[in-house]
C-alpha cells in the first residue's frame, strides 16, 4: 500500500461523517497501523460540508490533514461534496465510493441555485480520478430502518472494497465496540448489507 495511505470521508453535517471516519481509524488501529485524524468543516456544522482526513502508515504517525493531491481512497456521502473534495485532493490515483442522494443546500431550497443533475455529477468525477463506485447506501440504510445508517453502510462498502489493508473483521470490530451500548445490531446489519453490496457493485 501506499504509506502514508490517505482515506477522505466527505459529505454535509448531519449524514455521520465523523462517526464513520471514527470506526475507520479504529479499524486501523486494530490492525497495529499509526492513525491521524483530521476534520475539516464548512459554515454551518448541519448542512455545511464536513470533511474527515485519515492516514494510516506501519512506518510513523503523520500530520493529520492530506495535501492537496493526495487523497488515495475517497468515501464521498453526498455527491457535490464529493465532487468539490476531489477537485482538491483526488487525482488519477483515487479510488472513489460514492452515495449519489443529494443533499440541497439552503440557496437550492430557496429557488436560487439549481442542484446540476446525478448524472453529469458522476460522471464529473468519474473523469477526475481512478475509479468510482455508486453506492445508494441512503436506500439500503432505509430497510435496515434509519436512512441516518448510510454512514455505516458505506463503512462496510469500504471493508468490502480492499481499497485499504484493513481486514473486513476490523472493522466489524470496531463496529461492535463503537455500538455495544446501544444499537449494535442494527448498526452491524448496516455494516454487513454495505459489504455485500459492495461486492455486486462495479465501478463506473
Not at 80 to 99: A, D, H, P, Q
Not at 112 to 130: C, F, G, H, Q, R
Not at 177 to 204: M, Q, W
Request: with cysteine; net charge neutral.
Amino acid at each position: 500500500m501506499e504509506d502514508p495511505l490517505n482515506i477522505i470521508v466527505t459529505g454535509v453535517g448531519g449524514q455521520g461523517n465523523i462517526q464513520a471516519s471514527y470506526i475507520i481509524a479504529s479499524a486501523a488501529l486494530i490492525e497495529g497501523f499509526h492513525v491521524s485524524v483530521g476534520e475539516t468543516y464548512g459554515a454551518a456544522q448541519r448542512g455545511g460540508s464536513v470533511t474527515s482526513h485519515i492516514r494510516l502508515s506501519k512506518e510513523k504517525q503523520y500530520g493529520p490533514l492530506i495535501p492537496e493531491g493526495g487523497a488515495h481512497v475517497i468515501v464521498g456521502f453526498e455527491p457535490i461534496e464529493c465532487l468539490r473534495t476531489i477537485g482538491r485532493f483526488g487525482s488519477k490515483k483515487t479510488r472513489v465510493i460514492v452515495n449519489p442522494r443529494p443533499i440541497y443546500p439552503i440557496d437550492v431550497l430557496a429557488g436560487e441555485a439549481t442542484y446540476p443533475p446525478i448524472d453529469k455529477v458522476l460522471s464529473a468525477i468519474k473523469e477526475l480520478v481512478y475509479s468510482v463506485h455508486v453506492v445508494e447506501a441512503t436506500e439500503l440504510a432505509k430497510k435496515v430502518g434509519d436512512a441516518i445508517l448510510q454512514n455505516v453502510v458505506m463503512v462496510g462498502c469500504l471493508a468490502a472494497s480492499e481499497f485499504t489493508p484493513i481486514k473486513a473483521e476490523a472493522f466489524r470490530k470496531a463496529v461492535t465496540e463503537l455500538f455495544a451500548e446501544k444499537g449494535l445490531d442494527v448498526n452491524l446489519r448496516a455494516f454487513e448489507i454495505g459489504v455485500e453490496e459492495f461486492k455486486r457493485t462495479s465501478p463506473l
